[in-house]
């Protein structure tokens, strides 16, 4: 049996052992180092990151059965090395080929509407003529499917193993969520969610992009570090809401950039003030220039108030970005004005 008969068999019954609480397979996960055959002994290397002993051990007997039956194969040796996933961290955050600007949208605090600015910030990049590409870390409560009304399945590359982005609004859109399909995110323990978060932001053929926004996931845990350790970002922009509770968290997010020396482009308020529909009468709910104090506290940029408006809820809920869709609402409009600000801090100048 010729060396590429036997490593094409191999390869095809390893494409069959799936990562432990994964739907995908060891292969594409690129687990697998280095493999030999001599004479019926398969002789296999596998590099995984988790210190979790199980892992091996069931990777291992999933790999012995697939081979049960099969001839040229009589016994399987598998030499493990683990490399705790800091190993790979410590090399540093690297850019993605091919994307000219990588930007964060982040928040200490839940809820304080990261999905809704990421969304409306990448369609209005793409309107303005950009190549835009938006991609959804939030693994356990994905949202921009919902927001850009976009629920194709995800399509692997071939040849490559690479995850293809779907289409929406002139936006490319990716979605760590969609990737998992039917495994329950609750199953997946912190290395492995640490393995995923690398692997899934190194797969995805974004192709030539000027900017790709990443909607991160609120707080500033181990998803969150792992995710700002492995792509080289160009810049992390805050959300808060204006009252003390959601300030405290924008302020152990700025924190946490800084420890990993992203830069700040700058802090944005969401949910400043309510208009009464019909009236100019502005209520500021939540109170008032919480945002703004923060961004001086911290010498960053305050990029603007964004209202609170039903219009900016409804159309996110019908996958519509407000921008695209009611750009003369008044959330609209501020939405349009913020991305131009933005786009023009990405490219004309390099100092905040
Ligand atoms: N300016 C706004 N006006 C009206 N509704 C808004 C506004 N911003 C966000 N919302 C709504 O508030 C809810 C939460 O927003 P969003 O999902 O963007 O927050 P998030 O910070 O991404 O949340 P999570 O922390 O769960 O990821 C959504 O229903 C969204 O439509
Ligand atoms: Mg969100």
Same mark, same amino acid.
């Given at each position: 049996m010729s060396r590429n008969e036997w490593q094409e068999e191999v390869v095809t019954r390893l494409r069959g052992v799936k990562y432990p609480g994964f739907s995908r397979d060891i292969i594409s996960f690129g687990l697998v180092q280095d493999m030999a055959l001599e004479g019926t002994e398969l002789k296999l290397k596998l590099k995984i990151t988790t210190p979790d002993p199980a892992v091996p051990e069931k990777i291992g007997k $999933?790999?012995?059965?697939?081979?049960?039956?099969?001839?040229?194969?009589?016994?399987?040796?598998?030499?493990?090395? @683990?490399?705790? &996933? #800091?190993?790979?961290?410590? %090399?540093?955050? #690297?850019?993605?080929?091919?994307?000219?600007?990588?930007?964060?949208?982040?928040?200490?605090?839940?809820?304080?509407?990261?999905? %809704? @600015?990421?969304?409306?910030?990448?369609?209005?990049?793409?309107?303005?003529?950009?190549?835009?590409?938006?991609?959804?870390?939030?693994?356990?409560? &994905?949202?921009?499917?919902?927001?850009?009304?976009?629920?194709?399945?995800?399509?692997? $590359?071939?040849? %490559?193993?690479?995850?293809? &982005?779907?289409?929406?609004?002139? @936006?490319? !859109?990716?979605?760590?969520?969609?990737?998992?399909?039917?495994?329950?995110?609750?199953?997946?323990?912190? &290395?492995?969610?640490?393995?995923?978060?690398? #692997?899934?932001?190194? #797969?995805?053929?974004?192709g030539d992009l000027d900017v790709l926004v990443l909607d991160l996931p609120p707080g500033t845990g181990d998803i969150q570090l792992t995710i700002v350790q492995t792509v080289a970002l160009d810049g992390a922009l805050i959300v808060t809401t204006p009252q003390e509770v959601a300030l405290v968290d924008a302020r152990k997010a700025i924190a946490m950039f800084r420890k990993v020396n992203v830069r700040i482009l700058g802090v944005v308020e969401n949910m400043s003030y309510f208009i009464v529909p019909g009236t100019t009468q502005k209520h500021e709910i939540f109170g008032t220039g919480g945002g703004k104090k923060e961004a001086k506290r911290q010498e960053v940029p305050f990029l603007g108030e964004i209202p609170l408006d039903p219009e900016a809820r409804e159309c996110g809920d019908h996958g519509k970005p407000v921008v695209l $869709?009611?750009?003369?609402?008044?959330?609209?409009?501020?939405?349009? $004005?913020?991305?131009?600000?933005?786009?023009?801090?990405?490219? !004309?100048?390099?100092?905040?």
């Amino acid at each position: 049996m010729s060396r590429n008969e036997w490593q094409e068999e191999v390869v095809t019954r390893l494409r069959g052992v799936k990562y432990p609480g994964f739907s995908r397979d060891i292969i594409s996960f690129g687990l697998v180092q280095d493999m030999a055959l001599e004479g019926t002994e398969l002789k296999l290397k596998l590099k995984i990151t988790t210190p979790d002993p199980a892992v091996p051990e069931k990777i291992g007997k $999933e790999i012995r059965d697939a081979f049960k039956g099969y001839g040229p194969v009589k016994s399987v040796t598998i030499e493990t090395e @683990v490399a705790p &996933p #800091q190993a790979t961290a410590a %090399t540093g955050a #690297q850019g993605i080929e091919g994307v000219k600007k990588i930007v964060a949208v982040a928040s200490g605090k839940g809820g304080v509407g990261k999905s %809704t @600015v990421a969304a409306n910030l990448a369609v209005r990049l793409a309107q303005s003529g950009l190549k835009v590409g938006l991609c959804d870390c939030d693994l356990y409560g &994905p949202s921009q499917a919902l927001m850009l009304g976009c629920w194709e399945g995800v399509r692997v $590359e071939e040849g %490559t193993e690479r995850l293809v &982005p779907a289409e929406c609004h002139g @936006v490319k !859109l990716m979605s760590m969520g969609m990737l998992l399909g039917d495994d329950s995110p609750a199953a997946l323990r912190g &290395p492995m969610v640490t393995r995923f978060t690398q #692997q899934f932001l190194r #797969q995805v053929a974004w192709g030539d992009l000027d900017v790709l926004v990443l909607d991160l996931p609120p707080g500033t845990g181990d998803i969150q570090l792992t995710i700002v350790q492995t792509v080289a970002l160009d810049g992390a922009l805050i959300v808060t809401t204006p009252q003390e509770v959601a300030l405290v968290d924008a302020r152990k997010a700025i924190a946490m950039f800084r420890k990993v020396n992203v830069r700040i482009l700058g802090v944005v308020e969401n949910m400043s003030y309510f208009i009464v529909p019909g009236t100019t009468q502005k209520h500021e709910i939540f109170g008032t220039g919480g945002g703004k104090k923060e961004a001086k506290r911290q010498e960053v940029p305050f990029l603007g108030e964004i209202p609170l408006d039903p219009e900016a809820r409804e159309c996110g809920d019908h996958g519509k970005p407000v921008v695209l $869709e009611r750009p003369n609402s008044v959330s609209g409009k501020v939405f349009s $004005e913020f991305g131009n600000h933005l786009s023009k801090i990405l490219f !004309l100048s390099n100092s905040s």
